[in-house]
């Protein structure tokens, strides 16, 4: 990841941040932009610069965002949703009998995965001895956030074990000091279904497209 910091006369005026490794290696892009309220008025031109002076030709951005959303919108040649965004919007108490969840991630290493900002931890739901899913927390977001994800094994799906193993890992999320979001796919209904009886509400869309050049 690099970082722009735009400045008006020495005095900072916002960010932008291009992720260039990873996933992004081969396609650089866009992951922050933020501007001053005083200084919104050059959104463009900052924006411009920043496509400019990081030659990313790609973005992806919160719909949340408005700013950032804005201008990506402004520049895109495509924009697609990648991925819905959900945030904790109830406190559920789903059960489900004989249900265990057992960590499998040493505490040590969720919290260096905290600190760090990488990786996460693992937990499993157990029914009499037996795995019948997992799932996770990952904290690549910047802090407090943890990003949960699920699976259960196809036998065992449509019991409940999946909001139930949702609602779990939300609980372990607080217990850590995070704030528990997820994502799933606008095309997967069962998982939106899911999230959403464990208490999660969508608040945003990941948009992601090409920009083109200023």
Known sequence: MISYIFEIGGVS??????????????????????????HRNRAFAFFELLMTSSGARFFEAQSNEALFSAMALTYATDVASESIVFQDGMTSNLAVVDAVLRAVTDPENVVSAIEERQGGGEWVIEVDGTVVGKGGILFHYNRP????????????????FGSYLVQELKREAYKLGA????????????????????????????????????
């Open 145 to 160: 956030y943890g990003d949960i994800y699920m699976e259960i094994e196809k036998p065992m799906r449509q019991r409940g």
């Open 179 to 214: 704030i528990p979001c997820a994502r799933c796919s606008p095309a997967n209904v069962p998982s939106r279904k899911t999230l959403q009886r464990a208490g999660f509400v969508p608040f945003a869309h990941m948009l992601t497209g090409s920009l083109r050049a200023p």
């Open 13 to 38: 005026a916002g960010f932008g941040s291009v992720a260039i490794g990873g996933p992004w290696k081969e396609k650089h892009a866009i992951l922050e932009y933020y501007i001053s309220p005083a």
